[in-house]
């Protein structure tokens, strides 16, 4: 109903909003509403939300939990190649390696997830056929995210086509920091729905803050809660491309907003670090800080994914040590 | 100035990496000298940092194997001169340790300087010595070259606390490898003085990685460590612990320097034996007439 004295009519009858979740069925009804919801979030402590990371940083794993932990760590990489100079080979040799990490060890668990540029998904999808490994591909003007919207679709709608079982969007950074948070949102559901395949189902969206572009953490919790109301299935720190990516406290404040949102909603959102996690030492933390922010729900490839290349090989010389009781070496391990 | 000044009771550190940290385990212990009083406190390696120092040793193993023969000569005669002149620490830390006069102990110090000098001039003529042109019955040109072997952990000799330590690290360093280097037990402060001395010379940082510790303790992990290329048991006799780690070591194809049955005398020429063992023969063929 439009009424003349509502500020929000203009901008509701302009615009095809989506419906949105159900306690939240009203804070995207206008750029101003949304704009008041966001940062009407709690402010986070940045000092403390780095000493909380920290502490929890510090937590000693090791014998048999070590060993869970690092099949579990495994069992959570989506193993990316995201190069200029990927080539179709190097895309096989990677799935290759997500299949059986370790061929020395046949107990050694298969990864989540290969994730590759779009145009090699099918590629990538052709080599995964039948071992339940997804392939994900990066789309939407990845990694600037500086085209036009219709592009980017198209460019989802092709990493679909190929097969991809999940897309990694970026979201607009631009618009983000300059306080269009309705169009980053829209840009979101408009690339969720071309996230639905022909003949059914639907890849899974995870959405790329670009956390290292975004400056503060309460920037952190705004883009999540914007990233989950916009309907995406994970929310992910970073490219990879940019430095600082994954860092721990970003991380905490991530698992946070994904807590309160399935608290407040009932909807469960995954979490995906990327980038800068190349020891077995740093997936562990990550894990420790899942269980104490998340929960143990989260402890699981559905809801957490590493995104790393150089993890793996370390997750494997540790795991290596574990089971022989001595260290291991580079020459133990493929070099991607 | 008051006589009754509080001297500065130092607290050493590992030198790993190019960098001075403490042990990853926060252990020290305390270095006497031979009649038992106090002198300072070194850091006590842990397991894992020999891992970490395994990682600086292969990090560096490129750069420092992949200089020409000349340069490694150059950078080795350099670390010699630091050396010179910080010969009278050197001297004092040794007549320490080693329970030696002045004299002796700047004797000692001398010779280890000059024994650094000879492996620094060695680099550029192992080629000439060891390698050669193959006589070949064929249409082939048949050449053989000493390369380096890779990462080596060298146990140090627990008496002859530097000219001991320059007579088992420059043999490994002249033929191109990288070394994490176990120190001697109780007398590990002139290693720590060469930790310094290499700091501030030309070696890039990683290439001689220095863990003040217990071999006891350290050395099975190093046998056993999948990235090391060979192992000098210097710091060990034959018999027991050396025997257990020749064991340890063939797992995973070592090259193995064995422990003499009693420290040797260190003064004595050395010869090529330290040099050798760390060294591999590539032999290149090349067809010739086409």
């Keep these: ?336 | 100035m008051s006589t009754d000044r509080l001297p500065v009771r130092k607290t050493y550190k590992l030198y790993l990496g190019g960098a001075f940290p403490r042990s990853e385990s926060g252990r020290t212990y305390e270095v006497h000298d031979t009649k038992g009083h106090f002198l300072a406190n070194a850091a006590r390696a842990s397991r894992k940092d020999a891992r970490d120092a395994v990682v600086a040793a292969r990090g560096a193993f490129w750069k420092w194997s992949g200089a020409t023969a000349y340069n490694r000569g150059q950078v080795l005669y350099r670390v010699a001169e630091v050396m010179e002149g910080r010969a009278a620490q050197f001297a004092e830390e040794v007549a320490a340790g080693e329970g030696l006069s002045a004299t002796r102990a700047r004797a000692a110090v001398d010779a280890a300087i000059d024994r650094w000098v000879w492996y620094a001039g060695w680099t550029d003529k192992l080629a000439a010595v060891l390698g050669s042109s193959n006589p070949v019955a064929g249409p082939y040109f048949g050449f053989s070259t000493p390369e380096p072997t890779g990462v080596v952990a060298v146990l140090a000799p627990q008496r002859s606390s530097l000219l001991g330590l320059v007579s088992v690290l420059g043999p490994v360093l002249a033929g191109g490898n990288t070394a994490v280097v176990v120190t001697s037990k109780d007398r590990p402060l002139p290693a720590v003085t060469l930790g310094e001395v290499l700091a501030t010379s030309d070696v890039p940082g990683g290439v001689v990685n220095l863990l003040t510790g217990d071999a006891a303790e350290i050395g099975p992990w190093l046998a056993e460590h999948a990235d090391v290329d060979g192992i000098d048991l210097a710091g060990t006799t034959a018999g027991g612990l050396a025997m257990e780690l020749e064991r340890s070591a063939a797992g995973t194809v070592k090259r193995v320097l064995r422990a003499a049955a009693e420290e040797p005398d260190w003064t004595a020429d050395p010869g090529l034996t330290r040099m050798t063992p760390f060294l591999e023969t590539k032999s290149v063929w090349h067809p010739i007439g086409v």
């Excluded at chain 1, 003007?141 to 592009?151: D, T």
Aim: aromatic share 6%; net charge neutral.
């Design chain 1, 1 to 336: 109903m439009t009424h003349v004295l509502d500020p929000d009519a203009l901008s509701r009858e302009s615009r095809p909003v989506p419906a949105p979740l159900e306690p939240f069925a009203d804070v995207t009804r206008s750029d101003a509403a949304f704009r008041a919801f966001l940062h009407g979030l709690p402010g986070v402590d940045q000092v403390g939300a780095e000493a909380r990371a920290k502490v929890l940083g510090t937590r000693s794993i090791k014998t048999t939990a070590k060993a869970w932990a690092i099949d579990t760590a495994i069992s959570m990489v989506d193993l990316t190649t995201l190069e200029g100079s990927d080539t179709p080979g190097k895309v096989r040799s990677l799935a290759a390696k997500a299949r059986r990490p370790d061929p020395a060890d046949l107990t050694c668990p298969s990864v989540a997830a290969v994730c590759v540029y779009g145009d090699l998904a099918g590629i990538a999808k052709d080599a995964l056929a039948g071992t339940g490994i997804n392939v994900a591909a990066v789309a939407t003007a990845f990694p600037s995210g500086r085209a036009s919207r219709a592009v980017k679709l198209a460019d989802v709608r092709d990493a679909v086509a190929n097969g991809a079982d999940e897309i990694d969007m970026v979201i607009d950074r631009g618009a983000f920091l300059a306080g269009r948070y309705l169009d980053v949102f829209e840009e979101i559901v408009a690339v969720k729905e071309v996230c639905t395949r022909r003949e059914g189902g639907s890849a899974h969206l995870k959405v790329i803050l670009e956390t290292g572009e975004l400056v503060t953490l309460d920037n952190v919790r705004r883009a999540s809660w914007l990233a989950m109301l916009a309907g995406g299935d994970f929310i992910k720190t970073s490219t990879g491309k940019v430095s600082p990516a994954a860092t721990l406290p970003v991380c905490l404040v991530m698992l946070e907003a994904v807590r309160d949102f399935r608290a407040a909603t009932g909807r469960q959102v995954g979490v995906k670090p990327a980038g800068g996690i190349r020891t077995t030492k740093d997936a562990v933390k990550h894990l420790v800080l899942i269980n104490e922010t998340a929960g143990a729900d989260w402890l699981s490839p559905d809801w957490f994914r590493f995104g790393a290349s150089s993890l793996l090989n370390d997750l494997l010389l540790q795991r290596q040590k574990l089971r022989t009781g001595h260290y291991s070496g580079p020459d133990h391990v493929s070099v991607d």
